[in-house]
């Protein structure tokens, strides 16, 4: 990996951008493919019928390469709010039955559970941890025998506190609940094998640490669960649909793995060539060199704001890329409006400062950062 990436994106010197868990900035080579695929259907008959079909295929092969999965297991849909719903339709739910999900839950997750319990009438237990607490111990806690599901993030969206999954995929096997990851803050920016956790569903939005354009998600499926029921019905997720066109009869069967589950409008012809540039220069990067990148960056503003009176969890329960920063009393007023009048931009969530830097970010950053922050009050 070079010694500097800034160039590789268009962030002018004077921005301090570590606010990739909003909104990642594309690269300039994706912007490049952008710009191009963009004029695409401005000629549509050259938009061949074995594009909707080789370009979704490659995205599918690359991002399972990122997550240890095979091709077979992904489907690609539109929003990790898609993926939660697709695995919430295939879990069967009663009285009596519980699921368990962590307290402050994003909403893509915690909402289509709430509704999926009050249908069936089920429980929704929300788990509390304490403020230097583990989540893992207040997850298992929350487990028992009539729990059917188990909803978690690897990391918490709000201040990066890390789920231990195994601990947690363990215990959720253990009385044979259903395992869902949200992986759209932790994929791309945190080494993670679906064989080593086996999830039997794990989504994530493409939008953040892959690098890719706005608007859609991918969904691990476990084998085991690979013959479920689609969100939708369409052509493209069909067994040979591939071969099939102009013909009138319908296809019954679906295609195989997860492909059943892909969304309709599957082949972006925008988005799609997008996506496969960001998602290549991650694989040649590697997640595990994107993570040792972040990590000393990370330390420096954490130790650089413990001076101004600021703390983030211990290492061992955070992650490099995401962390949230607080302060005894709360954090200053208007402090979000100081920080982007001196062009740093980060996100505020709860009573933290949610940082989020990435590769593209430098110590110059980091000076940047802290200077804003001191001068907040």
């Known amino acids: 990996m070079p010694s500097s990436l800034r160039a590789a994106f268009d962030i002018p010197e004077d921005v301090t951008y570590i606010n990739c868990a909003y909104l990642s900035p594309l690269l300039n080579s994706v912007v490049a493919v952008g710009r191009d695929s963009v004029g695409r259907k401005a000629h549509p008959w050259e938009i061949l019928h074995k594009d909707f079909f080789e ?28 993926g939660i719903a697709t695995a919430a339709s295939n879990v069967e739910l009663a009285p009596g039955d519980n699921i368990v999900l962590p307290g402050a839950e994003h909403a893509s997750t915690y909402h289509k559970w709430r509704v999926r319990a009050a249908e069936s009438g089920a429980e929704l237990r929300t788990t509390v941890v304490a403020a230097d607490g583990d989540w893992a ?13 188990v909803s978690v993030p690897n990391v918490h969206w709000s201040d990066g506190r890390v789920f231990d999954l195994e601990r947690i995929g363990d215990a959720a096997r253990a009385v044979g609940a ?22 039997d569903y794990m989504t994530c939005s493409a939008y953040k640490w892959l690098l890719c354009p706005y608007g859609f998600a ?11 029921t689609p969100f939708e019905e369409h052509y493209f997720h069909r067994a040979d649909a591939g ?31 997008m996506s ?16 040792a990148r972040i990590a000393p960056l ?72 802290l ?3 001191k001068a907040a009050g």
């Open 178 to 199: 259903l395992f869902v990851v949200d992986g759209t803050q932790s994929v791309g920016a945190l080494p993670l094998s679906v064989a080593a956790l086996r999830p």
């Open 243 to 273: 071969g099939h066109e102009g013909r009138l009869e319908h296809i019954l069967d679906y295609d195989s793995g997860a492909r059943r589950f892909d969304m309709g409008e599957r082949a972006n012809f925008i988005t799609g060539p």
């Open 276 to 291: 496969l540039v960001a998602l290549r220069q991650l694989a040649e990067w590697t997640v595990a060199g994107i993570e």
């Open 137 to 149: 111990d207040a997850i298992i806690a929350s487990i028992d025998a009539f729990t059917r599901v």
């Open 371 to 373: 200077a804003a922050l």
């Open 218 to 228: 991918f969904l691990y499926v476990a084998p085991a669960h690979q013959d479920g």
């Open 298 to 369: 990370s330390e420096a503003i954490v130790d650089g704001a413990r001076r101004f009176g600021y703390h983030a969890h211990p290492q061992g329960r955070r992650v490099p890329h995401l962390f949230g920063l607080r302060r005894e009393g709360g954090l200053p007023p208007a402090l979000g409006r100081a920080l982007a009048d001196a062009k740093v931009f980060v996100s505020l969530r709860g009573d933290a400062i949610r940082v989020s830097p990435h590769v593209y970010n430098e110590e110059s950053d980091v000076d940047r950062f």
């Open 55 to 82: 370009e979704v295929e490659a995205l599918r092969a690359v991002f399972a390469g990122l997550i240890g999965a095979m091709a077979d297991d992904i489907a690609i849909v539109p929003s990790t709010a898609y």
